[in-house]
């Protein structure tokens, strides 16, 4: 089938809630993808930062065509081997005692929320309120959208799930005086995706951390998007030398495989209790098999100060492009998280990107996004750069 006749039957049959999509993929290799008309393009994009180690990974495949030969799913009322061996490993290179495998970010998130919440309730001291900041997005859940400082997200949704307070984003200060006795716990993104691809400072994280320690306030980080080797750090509190109390992570941890996971310490975990909290689905051997052959590529020596460096390349060759180009403002980013931020809407240069074969995308209306696997080659990313400085001086 061509994309047209593919096309007419999505129409047809799914609830449109992604607007209009023009392109059919129905192959990939590393950074490459092929739709359905036979078009070849540069993936900059990665399913929104989830193929971290490129489409059709050797060794996710492998994982995935094993397991699938073997154990495909039971209850999580049984152990599993990838389960458990995925937890190991997890616990091995970050602060976390404890994880919970969820199915997508939103869900690790909720998760993430609701052990916050009964921490408390079990301490005999609830504490139910949330502290967030505005321009963060963690998710479609109620209390992910809820959680999420974007208004445009609530619309239709009322009532939210309360008490949340949003604060400004890198303000210390709007942190403090937002803090009450009921405040149990602030969630934030180290960087924020969806919001613009925005970096917090050091002294905004750091003092966040301490915030929490001092007031007996629970640290939940966002690390959907910026884990699991995207900024060039297994996680992105790893830059700032803090720790939270709770990490919910997802997207490149099955490489594409639907796959969420919240770890955090001993302590906090006491939180949950048999029946307290489940899934289905999360953490099943296929997708877990999948998450573990994902997370050794990504630990090999070397991987992710190539990341670093690949970033690191990518960001100035973008800041010298601003140089050349006045509708852009600021480029940011850490690893192979960065944001260029436009004068203009950016949705006729994500377009005239595509034409050339460059898939990019949005963080907002005037941010254009670049999130590619994460083995992009120094050839890839001149080549991006040379598209987008043609995209910007058609524009």
């Not at 739709?35 to 990665?46: C, I, R, T, V």
């Not at 400004?168 to 405040?183: K, S």
Request: a neutral charge; aromatic letters at 6%.
């Amino acid at each position: 089938m061509n994309s047209v006749a593919i096309k007419a039957l999505s129409e047809q049959h799914i609830i449109n809630t992604y607007g209009s999509r023009n392109i059919v993929f129905v192959r990939g290799q590393g950074a490459t993808l092929w739709d359905a008309d036979g078009k070849e393009y540069l993936d900059f994009f990665a399913g929104i930062a989830v193929v971290g180690l490129g489409h059709c990974h050797p060794a996710v495949t492998e994982a995935i065509r094993e397991q699938a030969g073997t154990l495909v799913h039971v209850s999580n009322l049984y152990h599993t081997l990838p389960a458990v061996d995925l937890a190991a490993l997890l616990c091995e290179h970050t602060f976390a005692d404890k994880w919970f495998f969820a199915n997508c970010g939103a869900t690790a998130i909720e998760t993430g929320l609701k052990l916050a919440r009964r921490y408390w309730h079990l301490k005999g001291t609830p504490k139910p309120g949330l502290i967030a900041m505005n321009q963060s997005f963690h998710g479609r859940t109620l209390a992910a959208i809820s959680a999420t400082g974007q208004p445009k997200y609530h619309e239709g949704f009322a009532p939210l799930v309360s008490p949340i307070t949003h604060v400004e984003f890198n303000n210390l200060a709007a942190v403090e005086a937002a803090i009450t006795p009921e405040t149990g716990a602030i969630i934030m993104e180290l960087i924020q995706g969806e919001g613009g691809v925005r970096v917090a400072t050091e002294a905004f994280a750091k003092g966040v951390r301490d915030l929490c320690t001092s007031k007996n306030i629970l640290l939940i980080l966002d690390e959907v998007q910026t884990g699991i080797g995207r900024t060039g750090r297994l996680f992105a509190h790893e830059h700032y030398g803090i720790t939270p109390d709770i990490l919910c992570t997802a997207k490149g941890l099955g490489n594409g495989v639907p796959i969420g996971a919240m770890g955090c310490t001993d302590e906090v975990a006491t939180g949950f209790s048999p029946g307290s909290h489940a899934t289905t689905f999360g953490g099943n051997p296929l997708c877990a098999a999948a998450a573990n052959a994902t997370l050794k590529e990504i630990l090999k020596p070397g991987f992710l100060d190539n990341v670093e460096k690949t970033g690191a390349r990518f960001l100035s060759k973008l800041k010298d492009l601003a140089g050349k180009h006045s509708t852009i403002t600021v480029v940011r980013g850490k690893g192979l998280m960065i944001g260029v931020e436009s004068r203009e809407p950016v949705a006729p240069v994500i377009q005239s990107m595509l034409a050339q074969g460059i898939v990019c995308g949005p963080a907002g209306p005037n941010v254009l996004r670049f999130v590619p696997p994460l083995i992009v080659t120094n050839s890839q990313v001149d080549r991006v750069v040379s598209a987008l400085d043609a995209a910007l001086g058609a524009a």
